[in-house]
């Protein structure tokens, strides 16, 4: 009896182990046969969300960014946040220093009308959500109402579910919502199922001038009744036969009534609200599926497209869908029209930004290589801001020149389009644009948000002393007045100009920003080996303490800003007394940050560890996320493979609501970033004739990359990685289309010739 038994529970052991196989086979080819969107996580870090970090039913780049608000109250901390389980309203613009018409779907029967306009919030519970890239779904606990959101570009698009007859929609047109207040908010009823409108966005500190919405609203069915609530502002729209499916259109113009009803026409011109879900779901997941990856785990993939979804989410179109677009960058505010086709559609779309400010090692090479399409019109929009108000802007908002930031971040995009041979503009205007932003009298004069002066930058001293001095001696003009940080970021871009110069031969020019581009030697304190606050004496700051946050650095300290010379790495070496001290000095630096997980953390991190604000490379904002490529080009690419490897697992991996990028995600900034270290192709300048990649390894065993074929020879680019792993983090051996590297780089029209770009991978550095 006793072998029986054994036999018995061999058979039943083996039984189940297979069925499990089968079950986990099973498993594995469902999420094989994934769309990329469904791999999208939008909650991503949404703890921590900011006004325009999070939007889910969006179209890319799209006007309308429609999503759910749980706070309200300024540019940070607002949006949605994951952990507030209060809904204040569904708006329609999460944007750099804009939004816009807010809406609340109600039950009369379940709120006292005499305190509607202080009191129309409602809970609701995750358990009862879905949310994907164009798509929302909620319920509204305290009104018994399902609510289902998408949109087109420039039309939000609105289903609820009422479970009674007294369904209405109240529309909010007043008071603070986001990073704006909302002002001069007014509704008309101009026919029986029709509204029309607008507000004002009023001027904040980033964003000088009022900018203007226009909207459209349309029913299906008619609207019984219009009340102002107590305040003004707020609007009450009664709606006849409520009890059931309602839905709602609401169109966007930045110019005019008469072009929020052209958008609606143009864009939504049926009812068919299933049909748009799935319109939006299939464009985010053509640009989506430009990168396809394998070898992964789940949640590996799931990551990396979350990170490319972010990498174009946030920078919004302002243009109407007939070119029309607000001009506000001069005294007189205008309506213009842009250039359009042979057939009267406009030849790009006009866009509202943060700053490029660090871009260049983000978006300008992922949209450059991948979405060369969308790298054009935004320079295309970027010279028509020149053409429009004389200035190439680091940051528009509303058609508004903001001056975010500091410097002339715009160069490196548009110079790294241009080498890249993204030629669809006017380059001869492009490269006088830019250069005059380099001079007196444009942007680099500008310190962040210096709207009426133009001393703050210091840029006379950077060209008649060679540096910035700290502080700048006129005294306090706008923001992010460091001496060191912006005589850094000149010289940076001012050698990218030279870059531009020399291409279009304009050998003068060249040599002269060639000169300019040393400049950053000059806050460089050979005593203590790092760049230092140097007053207009030439008085070295005392006392310095070099992981200080904040102390003559923008958004870092001197430990992180030391090595913002990418355009000249082995110069700064040799300053520090040679390639082994400094690789020496960096890789010391990544160990330390190591144990504070390489980013400053959030605010709660900051508040009990008041250590990480003093880390001496951070991940989490742009001013040093380049350092990890920097050993490559000191002659250690191990020592890059490595810490690229690092701080992937560390920064740019898992799904949470509560984490994601652990600092500033600026408009795709560190999304883009991430997907980049994961495909393993970098950057460090990118605007030299035929700019050079570095390659790193790969999270994934292998990446097809589709070229867009109106802009590149190749069909797409393929990457195979062997051996890879965890711990095999090591190139031992690479070839490009059968022929053998000796470095780990490839030059753009190599890499976007086409080809299979193979890595053999190593748990140990060659």
Same mark, same amino acid.
């Given at each position: 009896?006793? #072998?029986?038994?054994?036999?018995?529970? =061999?058979?039943?052991?083996?039984?189940?182990?297979?069925?499990?196989?089968?079950?986990?086979?099973?498993?594995?080819?469902?999420?094989?046969?994934?769309?990329? $969107?469904?791999?999208?996580?939008?909650?991503?870090?949404?703890?921590?969300?900011?006004?325009?970090?999070?939007?889910?039913?969006?179209?890319?780049?799209?006007?309308?960014?429609?999503?759910?608000?749980?706070? +309200?109250?300024?540019?940070?901390?607002?949006?949605?946040?994951?952990?507030?389980?209060?809904?204040?309203?569904?708006?329609?613009?999460?944007?750099?220093?804009?939004?816009?018409?807010?809406?609340?779907?109600?039950?009369?029967?379940?709120?006292?009308?005499?305190?509607?306009?202080?009191?129309?919030?409602?809970?609701?519970?995750?358990?009862?959500?879905? $949310?994907?890239?164009?798509?929302?779904?909620?319920?509204?606990?305290?009104?018994?109402?399902?609510?289902?959101?998408?949109?087109?570009?420039?039309?939000?698009?609105?289903?609820?579910?009422?479970?009674?007859?007294?369904?209405?929609?109240?529309?909010?047109?007043?008071?603070?919502?986001?990073?704006?207040?909302?002002?001069?908010?007014?509704?008309?009823?101009?026919?029986?199922?029709?509204?029309?409108?607008?507000?004002?966005?009023?001027?904040?500190?980033?964003?000088?001038?009022?900018?203007?919405?226009?909207?459209?609203?349309?029913?299906?069915?008619?609207?019984?009744?219009?009340?102002?609530?107590?305040?003004?502002?707020?609007?009450? $729209?009664?709606?006849?036969?409520?009890?059931?499916?309602?839905?709602?259109?609401?169109?966007?113009?930045?110019?005019?009534?008469?072009?929020?009803?052209?958008?609606?026409?143009?864009?939504?011109?049926?009812?068919?609200?299933?049909?748009?879900?799935?319109?939006?779901?299939?464009?985010?997941?053509?640009?989506? /599926?430009?990168?396809?990856?394998?070898?992964?785990?789940?949640?590996?993939?799931?990551?990396?497209? !979350?990170?490319?979804?972010?990498?174009?989410?946030?920078?919004? !179109?302002?243009?109407?869908?007939?070119?029309?677009?607000?001009?506000? *960058?001069?005294?007189?505010?205008?309506?213009?029209?842009?250039?359009?086709?042979?057939?009267?559609?406009?030849?790009?779309?006009?866009?509202?930004?943060?700053?490029?400010?660090?871009?260049?090692?983000?978006?300008?090479?992922?949209?450059?290589?991948?979405? #060369?399409?969308?790298?054009?019109?935004?320079?295309?929009?970027?010279?028509?801001?020149?053409?429009?108000?004389?200035?190439?802007?680091?940051?528009?908002? /509303?058609?508004?020149?903001?001056?975010?930031?500091?410097?002339?971040?715009?160069?490196?995009?548009?110079?790294?389009?241009?080498?890249?041979?993204?030629?669809?503009?006017?380059?001869?205007?492009?490269?006088?644009?830019?250069?005059?932003?380099?001079?007196? /009298?444009?942007?680099?004069?500008?310190?962040?948000?210096?709207?009426?002066?133009?001393?703050?930058?210091?840029?006379?001293?950077?060209? /008649?002393?060679?540096?910035?001095?700290?502080?700048?001696?006129?005294?306090?003009?706008?923001?992010?007045?460091?001496?060191?940080?912006?005589?850094?970021?000149?010289?940076?871009?001012?050698?990218?100009?030279?870059?531009?110069?020399?291409?279009?031969?304009?050998?003068?020019?060249?040599?002269?920003?060639?000169?300019?581009?040393?400049?950053?030697?000059?806050?460089?304190?050979?005593?203590?080996?790092?760049?230092?606050?140097?007053?207009?004496?030439? &008085?070295?700051?005392?006392?310095?303490? #070099?992981?200080?946050?904040?102390?003559?650095?923008?958004?870092?300290?001197?430990?992180?800003?030391?090595?913002?010379?990418?355009?000249?790495?082995?110069?700064?070496?040799?300053?520090?007394?040679?390639?082994?001290?400094?690789?020496?000095?960096?890789?010391?630096?990544?160990?330390?940050?190591?144990?504070?997980?390489?980013? +400053?953390?959030?605010?709660?991190?900051?508040?009990?560890?008041?250590?990480?604000?003093?880390?001496?490379?951070?991940?989490?904002?742009?001013?040093?996320?380049?350092?990890?490529?920097?050993?490559?080009?000191?002659?250690?690419?191990?020592?890059?493979?490595?810490?690229?490897?690092?701080?992937?697992? *560390?920064? =740019?991996?898992?799904?949470?609501?509560?984490?994601?990028?652990?600092?500033?995600?600026?408009?795709?900034?560190?999304?883009?970033?991430?997907?980049?270290?994961?495909?393993?192709?970098?950057?460090?300048?990118?605007?030299?004739?035929? #700019?050079?990649?570095?390659?790193?390894?790969?999270?994934?065993?292998?990446?097809? +990359? &589709?070229?867009?074929?109106?802009?590149?020879?190749?069909?797409?680019?393929?990457?195979?990685?062997?051996?890879?792993?965890?711990?095999?983090?090591?190139?031992?051996?690479?070839?490009?289309?059968?022929?053998?590297?000796?470095?780990?780089?490839?030059?753009?029209?190599?890499? $976007?010739?086409?080809?299979?770009?193979?890595?053999?991978?190593?748990?140990?550095?060659?």
């Amino acid at each position: 009896m006793k #072998p029986l038994l054994n036999w018995k529970f =061999y058979l039943f052991v083996s039984c189940c182990f297979l069925m499990l196989n089968v079950s986990c086979q099973s498993t594995d080819d469902t999420k094989k046969n994934l769309a990329y $969107v469904d791999y999208v996580y939008p909650q991503l870090d949404s703890e921590n969300s900011r006004w325009f970090f999070f939007s889910s039913a969006c179209r890319p780049f799209g006007m309308v960014n429609l999503s759910p608000d749980t706070e +309200i109250d300024g540019a940070w901390g607002s949006g949605y946040r994951y952990k507030v389980d209060t809904i204040k309203g569904f708006s329609h613009i999460h944007a750099w220093q804009l939004s816009g018409i807010s809406v609340m779907p109600i039950d009369l029967k379940k709120i006292d009308e005499k305190s509607l306009y202080k009191d129309y919030y409602s809970s609701f519970d995750h358990a009862k959500e879905k $949310v994907s890239p164009g798509y929302h779904k909620l319920y509204l606990d305290r009104y018994d109402i399902d609510v289902e959101l998408t949109s087109t570009k420039r039309v939000g698009f609105h289903r609820y579910h009422y479970n009674s007859d007294n369904g209405a929609i109240l529309i909010n047109l007043s008071g603070q919502l986001g990073p704006s207040k909302i002002v001069e908010g007014s509704l008309t009823q101009i026919e029986p199922r029709v509204l029309e409108g607008e507000l004002t966005n009023a001027p904040t500190r980033r964003r000088p001038k009022s900018t203007k919405v226009f909207f459209r609203i349309v029913f299906d069915r008619d609207i019984r009744e219009i009340s102002t609530l107590k305040g003004g502002g707020k609007f009450l $729209v009664k709606l006849n036969e409520s009890k059931g499916q309602v839905k709602m259109k609401v169109a966007l113009s930045y110019t005019s009534l008469k072009n929020a009803k052209f958008n609606l026409d143009q864009e939504l011109p049926h009812w068919d609200f299933d049909q748009i879900v799935e319109e939006s779901r299939s464009e985010w997941n053509q640009l989506l /599926g430009r990168i396809k990856v394998k070898g992964g785990s789940h949640e590996q993939v799931q990551r990396f497209y !979350t990170d490319l979804w972010h990498a174009l989410q946030g920078r919004r !179109t302002i243009s109407d869908a007939n070119g029309y677009y607000p001009d506000n *960058t001069t005294d007189t505010f205008k309506i213009k029209q842009l250039p359009l086709s042979k057939n009267g559609k406009p030849l790009f779309d006009h866009y509202n930004s943060d700053s490029f400010w660090g871009a260049q090692w983000t978006i300008n090479t992922l949209w450059q290589l991948v979405y #060369p399409e969308i790298a054009e019109a935004f320079v295309k929009s970027l010279l028509q801001y020149y053409k429009d108000g004389g200035m190439v802007p680091r940051g528009p908002s /509303g058609g508004n020149y903001t001056y975010v930031m500091t410097g002339a971040s715009s160069t490196p995009f548009i110079i790294g389009a241009y080498q890249k041979g993204i030629r669809g503009f006017d380059f001869e205007m492009a490269y006088e644009a830019l250069k005059k932003n380099h001079m007196p /009298g444009g942007i680099m004069d500008k310190a962040g948000y210096e709207h009426k002066t133009k001393l703050g930058g210091g840029l006379n001293y950077y060209i /008649g002393q060679g540096y910035v001095p700290y502080p700048i001696p006129e005294g306090k003009f706008g923001y992010h007045q460091n001496g060191p940080s912006l005589t850094l970021e000149y010289a940076y871009q001012d050698w990218c100009l030279a870059q531009f110069a020399k291409a279009l031969g304009k050998q003068e020019d060249y040599d002269y920003f060639m000169t300019r581009s040393k400049n950053y030697k000059n806050v460089f304190d050979p005593t203590t080996g790092w760049v230092r606050p140097k007053n207009q004496m030439g &008085e070295w700051l005392e006392p310095y303490d #070099p992981y200080k946050h904040g102390a003559g650095f923008s958004e870092a300290n001197g430990a992180q800003n030391t090595w913002f010379v990418p355009h000249d790495l082995e110069g700064l070496a040799q300053l520090m007394g040679g390639n082994d001290k400094a690789i020496a000095k960096l890789n010391h630096q990544f160990e330390e940050a190591k144990k504070l997980g390489f980013t +400053i953390g959030t605010s709660i991190d900051q508040e009990h560890h008041p250590e990480y604000s003093r880390i001496p490379i951070n991940y989490g904002n742009q001013p040093s996320i380049q350092t990890a490529f920097i050993f490559q080009h000191l002659g250690r690419p191990d020592l890059t493979q490595y810490w690229v490897s690092q701080v992937v697992k *560390t920064v =740019y991996e898992e799904l949470s609501t509560d984490r994601g990028y652990n600092g500033d995600e600026d408009q795709g900034l560190m999304g883009s970033l991430a997907v980049l270290m994961k495909i393993g192709l970098f950057q460090m300048t990118g605007t030299e004739l035929n #700019p050079v990649y570095q390659i790193t390894g790969s999270s994934f065993n292998r990446i097809e +990359i &589709e070229l867009n074929k109106d802009y590149y020879e190749g069909k797409r680019i393929v990457i195979e990685v062997e051996n890879n792993g965890e711990e095999n983090c090591y190139i031992k051996s690479a070839n490009f289309n059968n022929n053998g590297m000796k470095s780990y780089t490839l030059d753009h029209e190599q890499l $976007v010739g086409g080809g299979t770009l193979k890595l053999e991978m190593s748990s140990k550095p060659k």
